[in-house]
């Protein structure tokens, strides 16, 4: 009997209409566009504007088009799990919240958080209900409002974060296609370098935690650049060593948008050249769990089938990992 694995069959990303420029942050905080562009590659990101919207608007908006892209009906749908570090609310889970906006009646869904690896994380698990036969169709999103959780008066991250979403579908295959191989790891003595202080059961909201403005994101930038470059790059090396692959196999990497600088070392530790790389940072900046499938988004047109892909994540808590994809159409 053939193998069983998952593979890609459909792409679909959203990002909101508003564009936060570096000019526009400069009247914001103290910085400038050559400082930005200099330590981030980030020039513009997009922000969610609206009462009442959240991770969710922008998760359906990328699953309906995903749909009606892929022709598939909303009751055909198993499952959806969604990847997400700014749900709607503490409960339900995001992933609930879309699968009833986006008509999916036949879904049950949850959620995964695993920072900016949530993607990469959600994948490997999606990818195990269609390798087990248990669902034949099954969508992955991966959004974020980071706007939401984002403090407008530190230049230090401020300049980092955009909102936006992106879903693929999952549908089983016995070609030589889809999810090849992956590798995710954790340490979460990590999660002293990069965290939200307040909000969860340790430090429940109050208005100490409110006006210490502890419901923001907390980064101390050099440990967590160090730690990116040497895993993001690393366990990209690994999942190609270890499946005899060279550079001259792989079509793209696809690396998470957090810092162009960390992106130029992981194409480096791999031996790929920039033109196999997919790079949206400078429009889009860090978007947590959207980044990856708004590359793949972006460039779908370019890809055809039997290209050998490799999705490299890394995220706070410390996450990372890496997917070998061959694309499947």
């Given amino acids: 009997m053939s193998k069983i694995r998952a593979k890609i069959s459909g792409i679909q990303g959203w990002v909101p209409p508003y564009i936060l420029t570096n000019k526009e942050l400069e009247s914001m905080v103290e ?44 009751e055909e749908i198993d499952l959806l799990i969604c990847a997400t570090v700014t749900p709607d609310m503490v409960f339900p889970a995001t992933a609930n919240i879309i699968t009833d906006k986006a008509g999916l ?36 999103v991966g959004a974020d409002k980071m ?28 070609e030589n296609v889809g999810i090849m191989d992956s590798i995710a790891g954790t340490d979460g003595s990590g999660r002293t370098y990069l965290h939200m202080k307040a909000g969860g059961s340790v430090k429940p909201p109050s208005h100490d935690t409110i006006e210490a403005r502890e419901h923001f994101i907390y980064q101390e930038g050099q440990p967590v650049f160090k730690f990116a470059v040497t895993r993001m790059a690393d366990v990209s090396a690994e999942i190609m060593e270890r499946n005899n692959l060279t550079a001259d ?16 070392a992981t194409a480096r530790r791999m031996g790929v050249g920039k033109e196999k790389v997919m790079i949206n940072i400078d429009r889009y900046g860090n978007t947590t769990d959207a980044t990856i499938p ?30 070998w994809v061959k694309w499947a159409y």
């Fill in 249 to 264: 196999d792989i079509s793209y990497l696809v690396p998470h948008q957090a810092n162009l600088r960390i992106i130029d």
């Fill in 105 to 140: 009646v036949n879904a049950f869904s949850f959620d995964i958080n695993a920072a900016c690896s949530g993607f990469l994380f959600t994948l490997i698990t999606a990818s195990k209900y269609i390798e087990t036969g248990m669902y034949k169709k099954v969508i992955v």
């Fill in 294 to 323: 708004l590359c793949l988004w972006e460039w779908e047109d370019k890809l055809k089938k039997g290209d050998n892909i490799i999705l490299a994540a890394f995220g706070g808590g410390f996450t990372w990992g890496s997917i």
């Fill in 31 to 74: 910085t400038t566009d050559e400082w930005i562009m200099t330590r981030t590659g980030i020039r513009e990101r997009h922000i969610l504007k609206g009462a009442g919207l959240g991770t969710s608007d922008m998760g359906a908006e990328a699953v309906k088009g995903l749909l009606k892209k892929t022709g598939v009906k909303p």
């Fill in 147 to 174: 706007s939401a959780i984002t403090d407008y008066t530190s230049r230090e991250t401020c300049v980092l974060f955009g909102d936006g979403a992106g879903a693929v579908l999952l549908e089983p295959t016995t």
